[in-house]
């Protein structure tokens, strides 16, 4: 496979974490806990695009936008319900209930949708071959769609005012409701958008493989991973990290690692050594223990 | 009817081995574990390496289980004292699905000809004293067993939190300023705890794989840790009697729904599903309400 | 004899000094004060005395023994008690709890012996409890001592915080603003409590901010100001020094000299 191919890889899986990444972090940095239940969103958002784009048969773009739209809304309700009740409460107690809604929300799905994957209605998809590298229009979407994403959250948190109350009720809660920035309506505004940046990237994960009940639990700890790696808290850590996990994860894979042991050759020993494929999801997994131990706020120091 | 209660029983007392091991690390040491699971992974494939493999006694592997749990829970307890609550959380289920993948992955551990290991299992578990016992008898003795390691397992944790260790481990629970001011080394108490707890989750790990004879990857996934959490949740953190209450609480409430699908024409596969919502939904509410559960915390009166 | 001696102790924080270079001594069997205004970094030498914080240079001896390389618990086991500016109190532990859980040495506290060791365990539990229930008397908590710790005023917290360091029999101890929101007369049995200690051959090294009570009590008191020592002596030296004045009043506090009760 060639070196651009898995380039491209990568920077595909990392835009379908960056947007799920982001939300997480968003929330985290305002909230002070790791929402187990995010990725959840994602897959809320996935499956009434479904039901947009199948039993509907709207077409996908419109389903997507319904979608985020939507789950921006549940998660408005969930926090209102049940995380509103908790403001007070330490990290953990917030952790393990939404542990239980994450629970509760796959398995609703599930119960619905029952456990065989699904597929959107796009069409074949020809792909696109050129120096070696193959690219499906669907991939070339989700690269376009995180990107476009990204810079609008870029512009949304320098430029409007919403972005201001935001960066200061992350930095300083008690500043920022003092100096009379309505710290609620933040938060509001903020679980709209982390979820509906959640429903987008899980709607591109979905686009390029197919539907499944558990796909949020799937991809929960490469989330942390990403998140927590480039600094929790922080937005563009975020982005950082789904990057780097990206390329780590199909580098990881690809990197013939006996040329270490075997100085590229000059040794005679160990010809080929790679991380087995069954071992894929443990790239992000050790990572994030690795990170934990010896960096916890990550690359871009994030905001604790 | 009667063989299913014995088989329910050893569910609820192995559930109740592993509920009171997690009490003793969150109720009681303030650490949020969520890989719980991953004591009772590797408890189970320990003891079955151990008595499959090298054809070693029951009491070996169980022996086995305990201490390749126990050592892993010691482990995992290093990078606490750096970590902040939720951080440490999501390492120990990363750390727990690892165990997990390298089961599913290396499965020539377990060597050629019957035992494939892997994403296949292993099957052919020997039960101890099989033959003493006829098919229908004998799950009335591995209850006994069972029950009786849920006793020691009780009388262990239960010995351990009333006496100044426990005590040091409530001081801890809200900071370690306070007893770090007072002279404890709050990193080995920690280490401890873990090992304890790892143990003890070691020691379900054993006796499920030789309850079913067979295991797999799949019986160890991360619900499963949701699931005790639920139970001490429910039952009521930093009380083991709450732990033992919880445990048979959700065991009753997952067993009792099976019997629903002969009276509720809904398919068994979405009645499962809905199961596992209500035990979501249960966490949610007891977090919500109820937040001590059902057993509150006994408070220590002296003289 | 000087039982705690701290020698050019630095400390910073990003840009921030907070120590420069402080130099102090405490005699053993004193009751000595330090004071300075609000950010002189009063809590941050105890913190660095205690173990909490890492000092960036300097060295601090108890008895002559360095103790600044020591993790906090070290420090702790070496004979150094401290209270905090805000009383530690555990959720779920009672008064008497609290004070079990502070002698030191405690067999039970090993796994070790909590499982097979329990006869022994459980003679010194006996013993630690009537010690805990005579120190109790002398704090006059004795009737809360079943009282879940945390329902406990704040008075009264610093009371317990008291008595649990002294079930640890330290050689020195740090009180970290002992009155600060206590009323006047906790206050009276406090200062009482201190002076018998200090009679029966205790020393103590406290901040505070009330002025009346430093010099009530103390026999030294060393003044900070931005990180470093500015003054040292009686409390009547003290109030009389321009240097003092100056760095009280250059902050914000004129108010502060007139409640006080210092003619300026």
């Excluded at chain 2, 801890?172 to 990193?187: F, H, T």
């Excluded at chain 2, 080995?188 to 054993?206: C, D, N, P, Q």
């Excluded at chain 3, 009686?234 to 409640?259: C, F, H, M």
Aim: charged share 15%; net charge positive.
């Amino acid at each position: 496979m060639p070196v651009a191919q898995i380039i491209i890889n990568s920077i595909i899986r990392a835009s379908e974490l960056s947007l799920i990444a982001l939300g997480l972090t968003l929330v985290y940095g305002l909230l002070k806990f790791s929402n187990f239940a995010h990725t959840e969103y994602a897959v809320i958002g996935v499956y009434l695009a479904l039901i947009f784009n199948v039993y509907l048969g709207l077409d996908i773009f419109t389903s997507a936008l319904l979608s985020a739209v939507i789950t921006g809304f549940i998660a408005i309700s969930f926090d209102r319900m049940i995380f509103r009740r908790l403001r007070k409460s330490s990290a953990i107690v917030l952790s393990v209930t939404s542990l239980g809604l994450a629970i509760a929300v796959r398995n609703m799905i599930r119960a619905i949708w029952g456990a065989e994957p699904r597929s959107y209605t796009i069409g074949l998809q020809e792909p696109l071959i050129f120096f070696g590298i193959r690219l499906t229009p669907v991939q070339i979407w989700i690269i376009v769609t995180a990107a476009v994403f990204m810079v609008a959250f870029h512009l949304l948190l320098h430029k409007t005012k919403l972005g201001k109350a935001m960066r200061a009720s992350s930095d300083n809660p008690a500043l920022a409701q003092a100096s009379g920035i309505a710290t609620e309506k933040v938060v509001v505004w903020v679980w709209f958008i982390a979820s509906s940046f959640a429903a987008v990237g899980g709607i591109l994960i979905a686009l390029e493989t197919y539907l499944l009940p558990y796909m949020g639990f799937a991809i929960i700890i490469p989330v942390f991973c990403a998140t927590i790696l480039g600094g929790i808290g922080n937005p563009y850590g975020a982005m950082l990290g789904a990057l780097a996990l990206g390329f780590a994860e199909n580098f990881g894979l690809y990197l013939n690692f006996g040329n270490i042991f075997n100085l590229w050759g000059l040794f005679d020993v160990m010809k080929e050594i790679h991380i087995p494929t069954g071992y894929r999801d443990a790239i992000s997994f050790g990572i994030l223990i690795v990170i934990l131990l010896i960096r916890p706020s990550g690359i871009l120091g994030g905001r604790d | 009817m009667l063989e299913y209660l014995a088989y329910l029983s050893i569910m609820t007392g192995i559930y109740g081995i592993l509920s009171l091991s997690l009490n003793l690390q969150y109720g009681f040491g303030g650490l949020a574990n969520f890989g719980q699971v991953g004591f009772f992974c590797l408890g189970a494939y320990t003891s079955t390496l151990i008595v499959v493999l090298v054809k070693g006694p029951f009491i070996l592997g169980l022996l086995g289980g305990i201490i390749a749990a126990g050592l892993f829970g010691w482990l995992i307890s290093i990078p606490t004292a750096n970590l902040k609550e939720d951080y440490w959380a999501i390492a120990t289920l990363a750390a727990a699905e690892i165990v997990r993948l390298f089961f599913l992955n290396e499965d020539w551990i377990f060597g050629k000809g019957p035992y494939h290991g892997g994403a296949f299992g292993i099957g052919g578990i020997p039960r101890p004293l099989q033959s003493w016992f006829s098919a229908t008898t004998y799950p009335f003795f591995y209850l006994c067993i069972v029950i009786l390691c849920l006793i020691v397992t009780y009388f262990v944790i239960r010995l351990v939190t009333d006496s100044p260790f426990g005590r040091v481990l409530k001081a801890m629970r809200e900071g370690d300023e306070l007893p770090l001011a007072m002279g404890k080394n709050v990193g080995k108490y920690r280490m401890k705890v873990m090992a304890l707890g790892g143990a003890t989750g070691g020691l379900a790990g054993s006796l499920v794989a030789h309850f079913w004879s067979f295991i797999d990857p799949y019986a160890f996934m991360p619900i499963e840790t949701f699931v005790v959490w639920a139970m001490v949740v429910v039952g009521g953190k930093g009380n083991n009697l709450g732990a033992l209450v919880g445990a048979i609480i959700i065991q009753f409430f997952y067993s009792s729904t099976q019997f629903l699908k002969d009276y509720i024409p809904i398919d068994p596969q979405v009645l499962a599903s809905l199961r596992m919502v209500l035990i979501g939904v249960l966490i949610v509410l007891v977090m919500l309400f109820m937040n001590e559960g059902l057993v509150k915390e006994r408070k220590r009166i002296y003289r | 004899m000087i039982m705690l001696e701290v020698v050019d102790v630095h400390k910073s924080f990003g840009g921030i000094k907070a120590l420069d270079g402080v130099s102090l001594g405490v005699e053993r069997g004193s009751v000595t004060g330090l004071i300075g205004p609000n950010g002189s970094g009063k809590t941050t030498l105890f913190n660095v005395i205690s173990g909490f914080y890492t000092k960036d240079a300097g060295k601090v001896y108890l008895g002559g023994e360095r103790i600044d390389e020591l993790a906090p618990d070290e420090v702790a086991r070496k004979g150094v008690g401290r209270t905090f500016q805000i009383s530690q109190a555990p959720e779920k532990m009672t008064v008497l709890e609290n004070m079990l859980l502070a002698p030191k040495g405690q067999m039970g506290e090993g796994l070790w012996n909590a499982l097979f060791g329990k006869r022994r365990v459980l003679n010194q539990e006996r013993h630690n409890l009537e010690k805990a229930l005579g120190l109790l008397n002398s704090v006059e908590l004795i009737d809360l001592r079943n009282e879940y710790a945390a329902n406990l005023s704040g008075g009264q917290k610093k009371l317990l915080a008291l008595g649990r360091i002294l079930m640890a029999e330290p050689e020195i101890i740090l009180l970290d603003e002992p009155t600060a929101g206590v009323n006047p007369t906790l206050n009276k049995s406090l200062m009482r409590l201190i002076e018998d200690l200090r009679r029966a051959g205790k020393t103590f090294f406290l901040v505070d901010h009330n002025m009346k009570v430093i010099s009530e009590i103390c026999d030294k008191v060393c003044v900070l100001d931005f990180g470093k020592k500015i003054a040292e002596g009686t409390p009547r030296e003290i109030q009389e020094n321009e240097e003092v004045l100056e760095a009280y009043l250059s902050g914000s506090s004129k108010k502060w000299t007139q409640k006080v009760g210092i003619d300026s």
